[in-house]
């Protein structure tokens, strides 16, 4: 499935790459399949990433993107297609001659070595002069932070230090692609938030390419300027976090990133509207790319739906919205947001999130509440797939 | 199969590389598997007053001719004597017996003392290890001969045992099986113990832990848990101990008598005072075929444990 | 916190004390002034000093420190080399015969190694001697070399090779700037044990050495077949020393190095 071309009004920062169809891709991944016995890990593989993309793997575990990772740095070797860098095939080039460098989930410091010693490993295999090298590491430590700590071995920092020496240690070598296999699996939350800015922060100013594993969702989000969505060795979506969230091309898709109400029903005559869903009939904003009768889906995320009490109607602001009477079954509070639980009159299970901007005393909903449900047309997705 | 489970091969393979395998490869055929076969081939041949004893002598200078010859020399006389004559079942059966015998013991004493060391704190443990080792990396000799000086009618061993009035008269240890069956413990103990503590330390502390939780006495978890899951440690430590033990030479010649003529003392006899190398040969090849099960199983166990990672 | 039964404490206690007390008996007969083991005759170091004075005695062990230092190098080499294609080339023709030939000689009896390579030599008419004993140890040590290394091996972090050579070391680069280092305290100990194992032997030895060559243990063992002696103690009890001294040496040396930084892991 090759990369879908996004609209640049879903970029994270006015920088767009791959919508320019003069532009050749840095890293260009063409059909490539890759087996261990009779599993398959990587199946027909292609992807474009370009020069300066903080580009994000995503995917349940077993979904075959660190095998991916892998096979770009060059631990395996692909039974089928091409991984083409620069222009040059990879293939018959061994991993310690691709100008290619990987940040491994387990940091893989060597303990016999100081942190000096670790970052200028890479320097010395190149063959450079010592006072170069000497001069390099220095350099690195102190974009990392990490000037004092140059005569310690590792067993003498603590986790999040030990990241940034990996990290150091793949950087200085200036790769053409920095790979980085989970690193921030085993920070804790707030340095983990932290971390991922760094990332971002270090990435930009380099003008470095990195391509970054992970299977914590808001850890893409927040990191990338595009993500691929990966299933079972497959790609499932190719595009910038707020595309994919707001228009996922698949119910899988909609499924995965955060949470979607999803309703079953059929194309509507005049192709703006969606009938036989269990919530009747629900319009759309913009033109359904299926015949009249087809079997489409709706996705409606919860932040999108509004909750009025009953009596009384529903907060309607058109005509074209979309409403249905439903009966409060739970709520989950989250701090900053709750979650609501809902069940239509029909039986329908919905669920809903609200911010907690009111305050505590006036916000007014309790279990077994019944209330209206209405959301806009543009915040109904349509998936014909 | 999850992204952690993956197999890692060197996907690209050196000229080097080839040489790592192909030399302790041709070390071993060289030097391990070639004499085996010339055992068997001697094994198949006469005796003859000359240097080297036996005939036929393997000729490369008389061509196919030579080859021939050798072929048509070949006679399974030597089997058939070792066949003919008890003492040579009896040998074997003896040193069975024994090695048996001694193994079981082994395990009676090994299993407490490698259970007891899991149970010490961490750095005790290495300290142990290192205890349990020590004598092993004193000779092997030495160590017999020390039990030649306990043993002895007016030694150590039966001072003791009259100054505490356990016997009136001093009792004769040496040339007896008990001096055997002694000193193949004492010497084997380090082989018994480090496979079972290997294995003991591996244990899962946890599954003791959910057993207490679901009512189960310390004795009984430790019968239905401990000693079933130590299982691949026993027969490591169990055969580590009972192949060589069978062919035990030294131990069964110093302390041991002529009662106590075990295969290993049979074929250094027919070897140094016999001089009869095609009956030593064919009585080694009789103990390879006798052993090869178990050396068969014991190679397996320790494939799988590297298999396994 | 694993608690240390009463049970456990004894068997402990007794096993260890099982261990090293006959060793213990022998060191101290060694002090005997009196021939007799029967009669305690006072302490007294002139058997240690016959010693000095004997001279083929002195000239088996010198024998067997070069046969013990030169076997034990050799069976490093070659051991370490067979646990790297046994761990690390997967499963390549030929792996099955190979593994039964490393693991084979740990278990077989020594009369059946020392007796299949002495009759090797004859047929290819090489006079036996120091060499032929060399080889049959280095092949009899090189085995253990190659399970102890082996284990180490399959516990080494693989990612450490990955990331080496992500960084641009070849494969040999990789083995000899990282893997090597990380497995030396396994390398050494095996070596440490092919030493012992050498210098201890006297079955393999017997069958395959010659005129001129004789070993400690050779000796050793033809004195005390016509029994206990005094000299033998003395001999013995310095053996002990020798050795003991060693592996507390080496045991401090792997304890220095962990606390100056790397794992010591064996």
């Not at chain 1, 691709?98 to 063959?127: C, D, I, W």
């Not at chain 1, 790319?289 to 058109?318: C, F, I, N, Y």
């Amino acid at each position: 499935m090759p990369a879908v071309e996004s609209r640049t009004g879903f970029a994270k920062r006015d920088f767009a790459p791959w919508a320019d169809r003069a532009l050749a891709p840095l890293l260009r991944i063409e059909g490539v399949t890759k087996r261990f016995g009779a599993y398959t890990a990587v199946d027909h593989l292609s992807l474009d990433i370009y020069q300066g993309e903080f580009f994000a793997l995503l995917g349940p575990s077993g979904c075959g993107k660190t095998t991916l990772l892998r096979l770009i740095a060059g631990f395996e070797r692909a039974g089928a297609g091409r991984v083409v860098l620069d222009g040059v095939d990879l293939a018959p080039v061994p991993p310690y001659r691709r100008p290619v460098n990987m940040m491994f989930q387990s940091y893989a410091l060597f303990p016999h070595l100081t942190v000096e010693g670790n970052v200028a490993f890479g320097l010395k295999q190149e063959g450079l002069p010592k006072a170069q090298i000497a001069e390099r590491v220095a350099e690195m430590l102190t974009l990392v932070r990490l000037e004092k700590f140059g005569a310690r071995k590792p067993h003498e920092l603590s986790g999040g230090q030990r990241q940034r020496v990996a990290l150091a240690r793949s950087l200085v070598k200036r790769p053409r692609v920095l790979l980085l296999d989970e690193p921030m699996a085993a920070l804790d939350k707030k340095l983990r938030g932290e971390t991922q800015f760094e990332l971002m922060d270090l990435q930009r100013r380099l003008g470095l390419t990195f391509v970054i594993v992970t299977h914590d969702q808001s850890e893409a989000m927040t990191v990338a300027d595009r993500i691929a969505v990966m299933d079972r060795g497959r790609l499932m979506q190719v595009a910038p976090p707020a595309e994919i969230y707001e228009q996922p091309n698949s119910r899988w898709v909609a499924d995965f990133i955060g949470s979607v109400n999803l309703l079953e029903g059929r194309a509507g005559r005049d192709g703006m509207s969606v009938e036989g869903t269990a919530l009747g009939r629900l319009h759309v904003a913009a033109k359904i790319a299926a015949e009249p009768g087809a079997t489409v889906w709706v996705a409606v995320r919860p932040e999108k739906l509004r909750m009025t009490p009953t009596p009384g109607s529903p907060d309607r602001q058109s005509a074209l919205e979309n409403d249905v009477a439903a009966t409060l079954v739970d709520i989950a509070y989250l701090g900053d947001l709750s979650i609501y639980r809902l069940r239509t009159d029909a039986g329908v299970p919905l669920q809903a999130t609200r911010a907690n901007t009111a305050p505590l005393a006036e916000r007014g909903t309790g279990a077994n509440d019944k209330v209206w449900l209405s959301f806009p047309r543009d915040a109904a997705i349509v998936l014909t797939r | 199969m999850t992204d952690a489970h993956r197999t890692r091969q060197k996907p690209y393979r050196s000229f080097m590389a080839k040489l790592v395998v192909r030399i302790p490869y041709a070390w071993l055929i060289a030097f391990f598997l070639v004499p085996f076969l010339i055992v068997l081939k001697i094994s198949l041949s006469q005796t003859a007053i000359a240097q080297p004893p036996y005939t036929p002598v393997f000729d490369l200078a008389a061509g196919w001719h030579g080859i021939a010859r050798l072929f048509a020399g070949l006679s399974l006389d030597n089997y058939a004597f070792l066949g003919s004559d008890p003492l040579y079942f009896l040998s074997y059966a003896k040193s069975v017996e024994i090695a048996a015998f001694s193994t079981v013991m082994l395990l009676i004493i090994g299993y407490p003392i490698a259970y007891a060391m899991t149970r010490t704190p961490r750095r005790v443990q290495a300290v142990l290890v290192v205890s349990v080792i020590l004598p092993f990396w004193t000779s092997f000799l030495i160590r017999i001969y020390a039990w030649m000086n306990i043993l002895q009618h007016d030694g150590p061993l039966n001072r003791l045992l009259l100054a505490l009035d356990l016997v009136r008269e001093p009792p004769v240890w040496l040339s007896t099986n008990t001096a055997v069956y002694i000193g193949i413990v004492y010497s084997y103990l380090p082989f018994m113990v480090l496979p079972l503590y290997a294995t003991l330390e591996k244990l899962d502390e946890s599954l003791l832990e959910a057993a207490a939780d679901l009512g189960c006495p310390r004795w009984k978890a430790f019968w239905l848990i401990t000693l079933p899951l130590s299982a691949p440690g026993v027969i490591a430590g169990a055969l580590l101990c009972f192949i060589p033990a069978v062919g035990e030479f030294v131990i069964p010649d110093l302390l041991g008598g002529s009662r106590t003529a075990m295969i290993g003392q049979t074929i250094w006899t027919e070897f140094f005072a016999n001089k009869d190398w095609p009956t030593a040969s064919a009585v080694a090849v009789v103990l390879v075929c006798l052993l090869v099960t178990p050396i068969v199983i014991f190679q397996h166990q320790t494939m799988r444990g590297v298999e396994r990672d | 916190m694993r608690k240390l039964s009463t049970f456990n404490l004894a068997s402990l206690f007794i096993g260890i004390a099982f261990l090293y007390l006959p060793i213990a008996i022998l060191v101290v007969y060694s002090f005997n002034a009196s021939r007799l083991v029967a009669v305690w005759g006072g302490w007294s170091t002139h058997w240690y000093a016959a010693l000095a004075a004997d001279a083929p005695l002195l000239g088996a062990a010198f024998t067997s420190l070069r046969v013990a230092l030169i076997s034990a190098s050799a069976a490093t080499f070659l051991g370490t080399l067979a646990a790297v294609a046994l761990v690390r080339f997967g499963r390549f023709r030929g792996r099955l015969p190979f593994a039964a030939m490393i693991y084979a000689p740990l278990v077989m009896p020594e009369v059946i190694t020392g007796l299949s390579m002495l009759l090797l030599f004859v047929a290819i008419s090489v006079d036996r001697g120091f060499w032929t004993v060399v080889i049959a140890h280095t092949t009899m040590a090189m085995c253990f070399v190659a399970v102890i290394v082996q284990a180490r091996l399959v516990d080494f972090d693989m990612s450490l090779e990955e990331a080496a050579m992500d960084l641009g070391a070849s494969p040999t680069r990789t083995f000899m700037a990282v893997t090597l280092p990380l497995i030396l305290p396994a390398i050494a100990a095996s070596w440490m044990l092919a030493f012992a194992l050498s210098l201890d032997d006297l079955v393999i030895a017997s069958f395959t050495t010659g005129p001129g060559a004789t070993t400690l243990p050779i000796r050793i063992y033809s004195e005390v077949r016509l029994g206990v002696s005094p000299e033998m103690n003395a001999v013995c009890s310095i053996m002990v020393a020798v050795v003991g001294i060693a592996v507390i040496a080496a045991s401090l040396l792997t304890k220095l190095g962990a606390a100056r930084g790397g794992p010591a892991r064996l």
